[in-house]
Structures are given as structure tokens and as C-alpha cells.
């Protein structure tokens, strides 16, 4: 079987074609992070305009990689939940639009799931439930328990901003470029992580998340060395001191899940997992406390960032919970 997933919830044009192995045969992405850019973060009409220009030559890409014709899809997922509503519109058309012409279902399925099952993509050994899974991205940021393929429970959440939202407004403070992650990651390497104490999010509720109060904190940080003419000098320590706050307490409240659980395994899903300063520290902390836990990451940086191999993935597994999945029938 042979599931052609497209993505289109942000501003990454992408289409994959994932077999019932979960190997992926092909997965074209198309990123608008140069037109966005010029704005400093994602303009949704504009971003709903450039799917629009870039479906085709993407499909035509993805099909050619995969060595196949539209006639060998069984069946086509795409992301109509959550996301910007112009550019989610833009997919689902261009999706009931393929399903019409070459009579193959289409199944509408809940982004946010694609990343939390994304470690299973090319992977070529057992999972070994139960597993934690932590999604963080610029627009979400959840702990899951996974106890089979089939079964998926939300155990916390975001109260206000998203890590990866944080990351890209803190890196717009200090004057860097869009987007924001790997630019606090690159200038963090020159820092010292220890030079300012910011506080521990939401240190109270155990698997919920907050990051607007992080947010305010580092942005008088900045406001107040500015004000005293060394900003210039403090930016790496400001970068360095802010991403070990943030990863600190996404790496603590997904193993104080993972123990709760008595899980057997962890995964850091979503375009933050591609951090490697989280990654390392969830590592460290797995040793120091000698937890008996595998560490799970997404093995391509394509299936980190949003892309559709995730999204075709899911119309691999059949979720008992029926919310997760939403029929869309051409006619």
C-alpha cells in the first residue's frame, strides 16, 4: 500500500510517499523560509499564495523520486488540522482535487499527530512501548503516552506559547534572522549558559508548559543591558542562558512523564528536536539518573521540520481515537 501525504499547514510546500513498511520513498519539501524572511515570520496570505504556485512541481517531484505514477496510490492524507487556515485550505483543495481526478481517497488527519509518531519513519526496529513522546514547534508543544500504534493519550501542553515560538521571538530581540532556532543555537556556542539566571517556566505543573513569561523575562534582560551599552558583548550569554532555561525545562518535564509511566522509551518529535543542545541534555539527564529509557529523535532533519512523510505515515495507522482523522470524500 502506497500513502501520498501532503503538508501545507505553515510555510513548507511538501509532498511524500511512504509505503505500509513506513519507508519513505520520497519526501519533497519546498521551503518559503527566504520569502519569509524578508518579514521576519510567516504572513499567511503570502504563505497560502506560494503553496498555491508550488503543489504541482512538488508532486511531479515527489512521484519521480518515488519511482511511481499516480495510478499507484491507494490512498492520499493531508494536513487539515491545526495550522494557518489559508494555507490548510490550499492543501485539502489540492488534495480533493488529486482524489477526484484519479478516484483515490482522501483522508484529512491532524498535524500535530504526524510529528508524534515521526520516529517511526525509516526505522527498522520494534518500538518499545510505552513511550513519551515531546513535541515542540513554533506553533505547538505537547507530552503524549503512546501505548501501542493505535492508542496515543495528550498528558500536557503549551498554556500560552510554544518553545519553538519563543525561541523565534527571542532571536527577532537580539536582531537575529528568521528562523530564530538554529540562529540562538549558533550564537548559544559562544556564550556561557550559567552568566544569567532565568527562571524555570511554570516549574509547578509538571507536564504543562508556559514560555510568555520567559519571553518577558529575557526581553528585559536585553532591555536592560541596552540600557547600560553592553548588549552587543552579553548577546551570546543572553542566547546561551536563555536556550539552557528552555531546554532545561522541556528535557525535565519529558522524563518526569517518561517515570510516571514507566516508560520504555522517550522521543523528541517536531522542529525543535533538531536542537542539539536539548537533545544532549535529555541525553545527560537519562544518565545521570541511570534511567533504563531509549532516546528517540526523527533520524532525517526533514522529519524534525514539517514535511509530509509524517502526514502520509498516518494514514498507515488506524487510530482508535476517531477524532484523530477526518474523512474529506471527493465528489
Same mark, same amino acid.
Given at each position: 500500500?502506497?500513502?501520498?501525504?501532503?503538508e501545507?499547514?505553515?510555510?513548507?510546500?511538501?509532498?511524500?510517499?511512504?509505503?505500509?513498511?513506513?519507508?519513505v520513498?520520497?519526501?519533497?519539501?519546498?521551503?518559503?523560509?527566504?520569502?519569509h524572511?524578508?518579514?521576519?515570520?510567516?504572513?499567511?496570505?503570502?504563505?497560502?499564495?506560494?503553496?498555491?504556485?508550488?503543489?504541482?512541481p512538488?508532486?511531479?517531484?515527489?512521484?519521480?523520486?518515488?519511482?511511481?505514477?499516480?495510478?499507484?496510490?491507494?490512498?492520499?492524507?493531508?494536513?487539515n488540522?491545526?495550522?494557518?487556515?489559508?494555507?490548510?485550505?490550499?492543501?485539502?483543495?489540492?488534495?480533493?482535487?488529486?482524489?477526484?481526478?484519479?478516484?483515490?481517497?482522501?483522508?484529512?488527519?491532524?498535524?500535530?499527530?504526524?510529528?508524534?509518531?515521526?520516529?517511526?519513519?525509516?526505522?527498522?526496529?520494534?518500538?518499545?512501548?510505552?513511550?513519551? $513522546?515531546?513535541? =515542540? /514547534?513554533?506553533?505547538?508543544n505537547?507530552?503524549?503516552? #503512546?501505548?501501542?500504534?493505535?492508542?496515543? &493519550?495528550? *498528558?500536557?501542553?503549551?498554556?500560552?506559547?510554544?518553545?519553538?515560538?519563543?525561541?523565534?521571538?527571542?532571536?527577532?530581540?537580539?536582531?537575529?534572522?528568521?528562523?530564530?532556532?538554529?540562529e540562538?543555537?549558533?550564537?548559544?556556542?559562544?556564550?556561557d549558559?550559567?552568566?544569567?539566571?532565568?527562571?524555570?517556566?511554570?516549574?509547578?505543573q509538571?507536564?504543562?508548559?508556559?514560555?510568555?513569561?520567559?519571553?518577558?523575562?529575557?526581553?528585559?534582560?536585553?532591555?536592560?543591558?541596552?540600557?547600560?551599552g553592553?548588549?552587543?558583548?552579553?548577546?551570546?550569554?543572553?542566547?546561551?542562558?536563555?536556550?539552557?532555561?528552555?531546554?532545561?525545562?522541556?528535557?525535565?518535564?519529558?522524563?518526569?512523564?517518561?517515570?510516571q509511566f514507566?516508560?520504555?522509551?522517550?522521543?523528541? $518529535?517536531?522542529g =525543535? /528536536?533538531?536542537?542539539?543542545?536539548?537533545?544532549?541534555? #535529555?541525553?545527560?539527564?537519562?544518565?545521570? &539518573?541511570? *534511567?533504563?529509557?531509549?532516546f528517540?529523535?526523527?533520524?532525517?532533519?526533514?522529519?524534525?521540520?514539517?514535511?509530509?512523510?509524517?502526514i502520509?505515515?498516518?494514514?498507515?495507522?488506524?487510530?482508535?481515537?476517531?477524532?484523530?482523522?477526518?474523512?474529506?470524500?471527493?465528489?
Amino acid at each position: 500500500m502506497l500513502v501520498l501525504g501532503i503538508e501545507s499547514s505553515c510555510d513548507e510546500t511538501a509532498i511524500a510517499i511512504v509505503n505500509q513498511k513506513f519507508e519513505v520513498l520520497s519526501n519533497v519539501i519546498a521551503s518559503q523560509i527566504l520569502d519569509h524572511q524578508k518579514t521576519m515570520g510567516v504572513v499567511p496570505e503570502t504563505a497560502a499564495r506560494l503553496h498555491v504556485s508550488k503543489f504541482d512541481p512538488v508532486l511531479k517531484k515527489a512521484l519521480n523520486e518515488a519511482g511511481v505514477t499516480m495510478k499507484d496510490i491507494d490512498l492520499i492524507t493531508v494536513s487539515n488540522r491545526p495550522g494557518l487556515i489559508g494555507c490548510l485550505v490550499t492543501g485539502c483543495t489540492f488534495a480533493s482535487t488529486l482524489g477526484l481526478i484519479h478516484n483515490i481517497p482522501v483522508v484529512g488527519v491532524n498535524h500535530k499527530l504526524g510529528h508524534v509518531y515521526s520516529c517511526l519513519l525509516d526505522l527498522k526496529e520494534e518500538i518499545e512501548f510505552p513511550v513519551v $513522546v515531546l513535541s =515542540v /514547534s513554533g506553533g505547538h508543544n505537547e507530552l503524549y503516552l #503512546i501505548n501501542s500504534l493505535n492508542e496515543y &493519550k495528550e *498528558l500536557g501542553k503549551t498554556l500560552d506559547d510554544a518553545a519553538g515560538e519563543c525561541y523565534d521571538k527571542v532571536a527577532k530581540m537580539l536582531g537575529l534572522k528568521y528562523p530564530g532556532g538554529p540562529e540562538i543555537s549558533r550564537l548559544a556556542e559562544f556564550g556561557d549558559s550559567k552568566s544569567i539566571k532565568f527562571p524555570d517556566p511554570l516549574p509547578h505543573q509538571k507536564m504543562n508548559f508556559s514560555f510568555s513569561g520567559l519571553k518577558t523575562n529575557v526581553k528585559n534582560k536585553i532591555q536592560e543591558f541596552a540600557e547600560n551599552g553592553n548588549l552587543e558583548s552579553n548577546k551570546a550569554n543572553i542566547a546561551s542562558s536563555f536556550q539552557y532555561a528552555i531546554n532545561h525545562n522541556l528535557s525535565k518535564k519529558l522524563l518526569y512523564a517518561a517515570t510516571q509511566f514507566n516508560s520504555n522509551e522517550v522521543h523528541l $518529535v517536531g522542529g =525543535v /528536536s533538531a536542537n542539539k543542545n536539548l537533545r544532549s541534555m #535529555i541525553l545527560e539527564k537519562i544518565q545521570k &539518573k541511570n *534511567l533504563k529509557i531509549k532516546f528517540r529523535h526523527p533520524l532525517n532533519f526533514n522529519f524534525c521540520t514539517d514535511n509530509a512523510a509524517m502526514i502520509a505515515l498516518l494514514g498507515h495507522l488506524k487510530l482508535d481515537n476517531q477524532k484523530a482523522q477526518s474523512v474529506i470524500i471527493p465528489q
